[in-house]
């Protein structure tokens, strides 16, 4: 079945310890790239990537990192979490570079941080 | 900011009504995407619309797209509790990053059977 995991699932953390949200797709897509859903602001892109080893800031970045070393996984690194940075994570792919195709959700991540 | 902007924030029909929701954004577009999401899951791709096109249907959905007014509006027909689910309006901007989508704040449905 075509799809994109993320785990965890649900995360409650403590500030300051670092962690790590893992996306995996198995749809051979060159184009990945992470959300956060906080209510009333819809969704935001913090980190996109292209392709293996390309990877660009979204719009809202600060705070957080990641890695694209495999075509299919696309790690969130959170190196020093932050109680603003509690909100839902999604992680994203597409088919190809082109303007004109859908995007597959994986199914969220609610982080925590107290 | 970019952000589109949909309204209702929140609507509520009965079974069997249409639901019509709308979504503005701020600059020329490339395509205009609308997705599903059940309460607190993934988001679940519907419909997309180019920039040159006007109406699209798939099942009992219609899209309608405006470039001229930066509109477009989804529409559901003859709808179910099923239906019940947030919907995002999103775009992908002319000459902005590749597949980058810009999401719309989102129309809360409730269908009551």
């Known amino acids: 079945e075509a799809q994109v995991t993320q785990n965890p699932r649900y995360l409650i953390t403590v500030t300051g310890k670092k962690l790590t949200v893992t996306c995996s797709q198995n749809?051979?897509?060159?184009?990945m790239s992470w959300y956060r859903q906080d209510p009333g602001l819809g969704l935001r892109q913090i980190y996109y990537s292209m392709n293996v080893e390309v990877t660009d800031k979204g719009d809202v970045p600060e705070g957080y990192k990641v890695s694209r070393k495999e075509k299919r996984n696309f790690p969130l690194i959170l190196e020093s979490p932050s109680p603003n940075q509690t909100s839902l994570y999604f992680c994203?792919?597409?088919?190809?570079?082109?303007?004109?195709?859908?995007?597959?959700f994986g199914q969220g991540t609610r982080l925590t941080v107290v | 900011s970019q952000q589109g902007e949909e309204d209702p924030q929140a609507l509520s029909i009965q079974e069997g009504e249409n639901a019509t929701m709308n979504c503005s954004y701020k600059t020329s577009i490339n395509n205009l995407q609308w997705y599903r999401q059940n309460s607190g899951r993934g988001l679940v791709h519907l419909i997309l619309i180019r920039s040159n096109e006007r109406e699209k249907h798939s099942g009992r959905l219609r899209v309608t797209l405006d470039t001229s007014k930066k509109s477009s509006s989804l529409l559901i027909t003859a709808s179910r509790a099923a239906d019940t689910a947030s919907y995002f309006c999103a775009t992908v901007y002319y000459g902005g990053a590749t597949n980058k989508l810009i999401f719309g704040t989102g129309t809360l449905l409730a269908v009551q059977p």
């Open positions: 994203a792919s597409s088919p190809t570079r082109g303007v004109n195709t859908e995007a597959f």
């Open positions: 749809m051979n897509h060159e184009y």
